[in-house]
């Protein structure tokens, strides 16, 4: 079974509109972290966001925010007001507490495309 | 400066080559770690190490071997290269947070390299 989907392979937005890209995971350790990474056209992996399972705020970061909803199984990253800049895409990663800590798990990502 | 270097950003080899690939960080982290990136698949976890004597297998260790030979370097060796091994590979580094469960600790990536095999 998938451990990190992430169901929309592509999204658009306008500029300067927000957008928020999905991620459900699927876990039954008590203890995970989920984090978000971006990947530009040029390829590096950039780290934008992290959320620990006993947060009990949501994540901010500048213009990233993260919508964690627990009972659901569901971290879905927010960007406001987007920036043509911000298309990439995007993967949601998550770390579970177990053997093997420190292993990510990817999920298949998601390309956003800014439209001026 | 980078802080995490992998070399070659692009390679080409043959069916039947040994290639390796080599990280580098100037971040002071313990852990080292090699992924790879196939389209539509995510990046999936190739080896990992947590210091210097400690390496561990990920999910799709086969047919690729590492070596750790100091705290800032950790190569990924392809014995044998076939073209299914064509891919994005990455090295990431991260660090131990205090006695913690390590749950937050942060993977920092390199920029990638590139691997054609014809």
């Known amino acids: 079974a998938q451990k990190i989907t992430q169901t929309q392979p592509g999204m658009f937005v306008q500029e300067k509109e927000a957008v928020t890209l999905d991620c459900t995971y699927d876990?039954?350790?008590?203890?995970?972290?989920l984090f978000w990474y971006k990947q530009p056209s040029s390829g590096e992996m950039i780290f934008l966001i992290y959320?620990?399972?006993?947060?009990?705020q949501n994540a901010t970061e500048g213009r990233y925010s993260l919508n964690f909803q627990k009972a659901r199984k569901s971290a879905n990253l927010v960007i406001s007001a987007s920036q043509l800049g911000d298309s990439a895409m995007y993967f949601c990663?998550?770390?579970?507490?177990?053997?093997?800590?420190?292993?990510?798990?990817f999920g298949q990502g998601t390309e956003l495309s800014v439209k001026p | 400066d980078a802080d995490v270097t992998q070399t070659p950003r692009n390679r080409i080899t043959k069916t039947g080559k040994r290639i390796m690939l080599e990280c580098s960080q100037t971040?002071?982290?313990?852990?080292m770690y090699w992924y790879r990136q196939d389209p539509g698949l995510g990046l999936r976890l190739i080896y990992y190490?947590?210091?210097?004597?400690?390496?561990n297998k990920g999910e799709i260790s086969d047919g690729y071997s590492v070596s750790r030979q100091a705290q800032a370097k950790f190569s990924l060796s392809l014995e044998s290269a076939i073209p299914n091994q064509t891919a994005l590979y990455f090295c990431?580094?991260?660090?131990?947070?205090?006695?913690?469960?390590?749950?937050?600790?942060?993977?920092?990536f390199g920029p990638g390299t590139r691997l054609l095999v014809l």
């Open positions: 990663a998550m770390r579970e507490l177990g053997i093997q800590v420190g292993k990510l798990i």
């Open positions: 190490s947590f210091d210097v004597k400690d390496i």
């Open positions: 971040k002071g982290h313990d852990r």
């Open positions: 959320q620990g399972s006993y947060d009990q």
């Open positions: 876990t039954s350790d008590p203890s995970y972290g």
């Open positions: 990431a580094t991260s660090e131990i947070q205090g006695a913690g469960s390590g749950i937050g600790e942060t993977q920092y």
